[in-house]
């Protein structure tokens, strides 16, 4: 019997408030804050606040606690390393748990050639890397990205960005250069081919193209999956014009599809991948792992004092021994398991226009009407509100999806009490309307 959800005091209680007063008070307002969640502690799929209130995690801080929460496997590698030492700088000097973690990735990353890899503190930091890496390699500046995507808030970053317009309004000038298409949605059918063909036919010739940067899973943008045509388009470019293909698995990586990368369930192979989010159980640590003839900078010119810290590398090597060792392929299970019930809902609520996802990467797209899939904002604020106050959190993603992205270590009964949830907070809303 889970010990979890447990409502004591309606969310935030007491405790919770205090919290939340000071972080109002003293906090950067650029924050967001989905709902009032004031964590104190976790254990696996459970998160606790600071009243006492126990939640079933379904969100893992946007995809990061990839093992849930304080995995004993992950904390004690994390407090071992950290008895030794804590920093020494690996742009300047060496120690295992640095040259291990590159070891494990350039095995891990897609593609069968030799591969290298460089370590970074985040998501942002991987892309603004891979951007530096794929024009020195190509000598060449224009890069593709595509609507809806999301790599970051870094300059570089926000630059590819296109999935809200308040992550790069009054940011500019941003980086020249960066060319959006439409990113194929199976969901909202469109030209995606003929917008590329445009684009080479009026706008930038194909050979100025340094790289193109893609999500292989749209994650911020709405948990879309695409066709492998459109991936496998886009290996064919790169193939044909010289350019890099660049897989951005910030969010899809390390298990969380089923496999170790969400390439492999596409059967594309990008020339670089990108990692961070789940790669350290929650400890800040991202790749850039890219086939050995591209990584072809030159010594000195990238580098970064903190990244690849060594009690971050020990927590990612545990927690890749992890996900090898059954959660990758308990993702498929549970997603499987997630995705068949998620189903049922649909036929039960109109509201729900969509449901699609692969291993434990699940969206539920809301819509007004679903003949015309018009989007219903609002829906998901709802939503994730009913559920938090049932003990279930969710977060939401795109104009109206609720993406669904638990630790890969959830079991039936987690799956069971997560779509009861569910579908009592949307019986609960259509009362309520
Ligand atoms: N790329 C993708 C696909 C992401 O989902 C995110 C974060 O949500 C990032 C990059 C940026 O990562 P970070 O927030 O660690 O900088």
């Known amino acids: 019997m889970k010990q979890y959800p447990h409502i004591a005091v309606a969310p ?11 972080d109002e008070r003293y906090a950067s307002p650029s924050y967001v804050k989905e709902y009032p969640l004031v964590m104190h502690r976790g254990s696996g799929p459970m998160v606790e606040d600071v009243d006492g209130n126990r939640y079933l995690d379904f969100m893992t801080g946007i995809a990061v606690a990839s093992t849930g929460h304080a995995h004993p496997k992950v904390v004690a590698a994390i407090q071992q390393t ?6 020494i700088c690996s742009t300047d000097f060496y120690y295992p748990e640095f040259s291990d973690l590159c070891e494990r990735l350039a095995y891990l990353g897609p593609g069968a050639g030799p591969k290298r890899v460089f370590l970074t503190n985040s998501g942002a930091e991987a892309i603004e890397g891979a951007l530096k890496l794929v024009r020195s390699h190509t000598r060449r500046t224009n890069v593709i990205a595509f ?3 999301f790599h970051g808030r870094t300059t570089g970053a926000i630059s590819l960005n296109s999935s809200k317009t308040k992550y790069r309004r009054h940011f500019g000038p941003l980086l020249a250069g960066v060319h959006h298409l439409p990113f194929a949605n199976p969901y909202r059918p469109s030209d995606w081919k003929g917008a590329a063909e445009e ?26 999956i695409p066709p492998a045509e459109f991936l496998q388009y886009w290996r064919d470019f790169c193939d044909e014009h010289g350019a890099l293909l660049v897989f951005d698995e910030v969010q899809s990586g390390i298990g969380r599809t089923g496999a170790m990368f969400a390439s492999e369930t596409f059967g594309v192979v990008p020339d670089v ?9 929650g400890m800040p640590i991202g790749a850039i792992i890219a086939k050995e003839s591209a990584m072809s900078w030159e010594q000195g010119t990238h580098g970064s004092t903190f990244a690849g810290n060594p009690v971050c590398c020990a927590a990612a090597l545990a927690t890749l021994d992890l996900v090898e060792g059954g959660l990758a392929a308990n993702a498929r299970r ?7 019930g998620l189903r049922d809902l649909k036929e039960k609520h109109d509201v729900i226009g969509d449901v699609r996802g692969r291993g434990l990467m699940i969206g539920i797209e809301f819509v007004q009407d679903r003949a015309t899939k018009e989007p ?23 104009r109206s999806v609720i993406r669904i992205a ?27 309307a």
Not at 12 to 21: F, H, L, Q
Not at 82 to 87: G, T, W
Not at 200 to 219: K, M, N, S, T, Y
Not at 376 to 398: D, K, N, T
């Open 12 to 22: 935030p209680g007491p405790k919770a408030r205090e919290v939340i007063e000071k």
């Open 273 to 281: 991948t990108l990692s961070a989010k789940g790669l350290g159980s």
């Open 82 to 87: 950290a008895q030794r030492f804590l920093h």
């Open 376 to 398: 219903f904002e609002g829906m998901c604020a709802m939503v994730e509100r009913a559920a938090f106050e049932r003990g279930l959190l969710l977060l939401s993603c795109g």
């Open 199 to 224: 684009l080479f036919r009026q706008r930038v010739g194909p050979d100025e193209i340094a790289a193109v940067f893609v999500e292989p899973i749209l994650g911020e943008g709405g948990y879309i």
């Open 147 to 149: 609507e809806g995507s």
């Open 406 to 432: 638990p630790p890969l270590v959830i079991d039936e009964e987690d799956v069971e009490i997560a779509l009861r949830i569910l579908d009592e907070a949307l019986l609960s809303l259509r009362v309520a």
């Open 334 to 340: 549970m997603g499987a398991l997630l995705l068949a």
